[in-house]
């Protein structure tokens, strides 16, 4: 499911749900089995792969930074963890503004 506008917290119905989002565009994609397949989702949405981070959402609004998808070491992210503080920081402000 891609979310472009503002959805309802109780939409997130298990634990936590993983998460793909595009940091231009600031539209996610959520609920897929593997952040991949949000990213896949996503990319065929015209997204770029450089804009695009994995990232889970908890039922209670809490995020973790946490997906194989960011390891990426030509964007000086040698870990699942988002690294930059910056860009979590802008995923944090489109979650809380579709949230």
């Not at 231009?24 to 695009?52: Q, R, W, Y």
């Not at 039922?59 to 390891?71: A, Q």
């Amino acid at each position: 499911m891609i979310i472009k506008d503002k959805i309802k917290k109780d939409e997130l119905r298990s634990p936590f749900t993983k998460a793909a989002i595009d940091t231009e565009k600031e539209i996610v994609s959520l609920g897929c089995e593997l952040h991949i397949d949000c990213v896949d989702e996503l990319i065929n949405g015209d997204s770029e792969a450089k804009d695009v981070w994995g990232f889970n959402i908890y039922s209670d609004g809490r995020i973790d930074f946490v997906s194989l998808i960011n390891i990426r070491p030509a964007d000086n992210n040698r870990s699942m963890e988002i690294q930059n503080e910056k860009i979590r920081q802008k995923i944090e402000k489109i979650v809380k503004k579709l949230w």
